[in-house]
Structures are given as structure tokens and as C-alpha cells.
């Protein structure tokens, strides 16, 4: 909707993994070397260990990318399976059909591998996702590496996944397939002056080729809400960019990014635990959970474009308030807070009942107005 706005040629900020847009930071750089050259050298199982949004399927397109015309890949994605649930997964996606039969599947497997070798290319298989393999499925893919010849190995097997990829491979059962991971990649997240340049890169390929699109001010705050993640920083640009458009802003600036920060930040729908962000607003609006952060005590937020309305008190009721609301023209009433609606519906319940009860026993049937003291 806001690319003829900014004269992109296409969104810049998108969820999928597009290759095209991946920005090699200094981490992803290093993490894709690795990889590219494990493969290189058959060295039969890499992994590639990050946390969320950090980049690892685009990352793995773009690697798959540059053995695309010399070597058969297949991208696996679905891990929460059983063994032989994996196996049909993957005979799937080079092409084969399957009976069901483990062994039979294994076979046809080990044919496919066979005739790639003779026709001289590689065969590689990423499974992401990989924390969720149930360990009997980690075996099977082990197993799976058993298929070579005394020279070289015919499979190359990436496992890349979250940190719990790395704590289930460290885990004694686990052992024999640990010892085959040749290498070990990480991601890292990107620093104040990475982030603008992973904004710049996503911008050029989407074709803008004007003045600077996001304030450098603006910038620097998305480097601190999204913690240097690039999908973070997707999120917020891209909602930075769509408010931007709807104020009919050419730049995005400091005050649109503060803005898109309160919309995304889901921390004001907790009903049980309120939240006070740090002092220095160091804190994302991404985080969630527990913490130092997070005490009985009101909700107090950045300051929003508009001045907020004072929190009416806990003792107040929904009555009172309605009876004090303002006349048309003047400022909204302010919303009732999670726990003040609870209350009020449990009471609205309470009279219902009674009514019912009273009506059974011939009594008068309680006033409209007592359903909200």
C-alpha cells in the first residue's frame, strides 16, 4: 500500500525467506563461510544454532542457492514427526514415492544417493527446525550418514535450529551423532551501525533509490527496541513505514517509531502482572515473561503522540465512571482495565443468578441498577 508512496519497486520488509534480501552481517558472514565450505569439503554433518528471527532459513536459501546447478538439496521443515513420518518427509521432497515401509524406504533412499554420485553432484539435506526432533528421529538422520563410499561421503546433512538444538545434541544419548557435527555456526545479533546498513540493503533491493527514508534518530531506536533481530527490525520497519504513509510522512522520524513501539507492544494486555519498563527505555516491546521488570504496581508506558488518560483507581466502578463520562466533543472515557471488566462481568453474573432464583421464588426481581454497585 506504501510503495508507490516511497517508490519502492516492492516490499522491503517482508516475513519470507528471500534470499535476495539477506544482509551478511559480520556473524552471517562468518556462519555462511563455514557452511559453504563444510560442504566444500564433505565433511558430512554441519549445524547452525540461533535464536528466533535471527536469519537462519533465509541464510540456508541463500547457501542452497549456490549449489543449486551442482548438486541435488532437499529443505526440510517439518521435525515434529516419528521416524518413519521423516522418511516419507523426505523421500517427498526429492520426487520419490513411499510405501510406508521403513526399510523399503531406506533402499529407495540409498538409490537416489547412488545415482547423484555417479552423475558427479552433491546431495545435501537442511532440516530446520531441528530442536524438535525427538531424539529417535535424531538417530535415524545419523543413520542416514552411513550412506558413503570408501572415498567420500554422498550426503551432506545441516541441522540448523534454536539454542534447545544444542542442548538436545549435548545430551548423552546423543553422543555418537554430536562426535559427526564437523562444525558448529552461530548467529549474532546485529549492532546499532549493522542495523542501518541491514535497513539500507533492504531498501536498495526493493528499488528505492531516493534521499535518506528513516532518520538516523529513528534508526537507532529500532536498533534498541528489536535488540539487533532481524526479524525485529523487519516488524518494526515495516509498521514504521505503513504509519509514515498513513500520516503522509516522506521520513520516517523518532516520533513514528514510538508510536509503532506502543502498538506492538503486547505487555499492556497482561491482566495478572503489569510491567515498568527500565528507566533508560532500554527495554523491547518483543520481550514477554517474567523478570525484574515486572512487579504489582500501575502500568506506566513511553509517552504516545497524544497525552494519555489518568488510570482511574482499582476501588472505582464501572457505574461511577459511566455516570462521570464526558459530553460528546470532549476527551474519550478511559478504557477499564482487564481486571475491572472481570469484576464487573462476574457481578452482571452474579445478579442474573439471583434473579433467577427470586423469580422461582416469587420475589421481586433486583433493580437494573444493582448489577453494576
Known sequence: ?????????????????????LYLGDGHREALASLFYGIEANRGFLALIAKPG?????????????????????FLFQTQCSSREFMRFLLAEVGLESDGDFVHMHEQFNRCLEQEARAGNRFIIVIDEAQNLDPSVLETVRLLSDFETPQAKLLQIILAGQPELGEKLAQPGLNQLHQRIASFSSLKPFGPE???????????????????LFDPRAVSRIAMLSAGIPRRINNLCFHSLSLAFALRKRTVDLETVEEVAQDLDIRHLLAEQDYVPASDGSNSPFDSGGGDNYRSTPVVFPAARSAPVPAPSPDQSYKSRAGNAPHPGNDTLAPISPREARDYMQKVVRTLKDQEQNANAGKPPSRPEEIVQ
Do not use: S
Not at 549493522?194 to 535518506?212: E, P, Q, S, W
Open 1 to 21: 500500500m506504501f510503495k508507490q508512496f516511497f517508490g519502492l519497486r516492492e516490499q522491503p520488509f517482508g516475513v519470507t525467506p528471500d534470499p535476495r534480501y
Open 54 to 74: 535471527m536469519g537462519k532459513t533465509t541464510l540456508l536459501f541463500h547457501l542452497l542457492e549456490k549449489f543449486r546447478n551442482r548438486a541435488r538439496t532437499a
Open 194 to 212: 549493522a542495523t542501518a546498513r541491514f535497513i539500507d540493503h533492504r531498501l536498495r533491493v526493493a528499488g528505492y533509490a531516493g534521499g535518506r
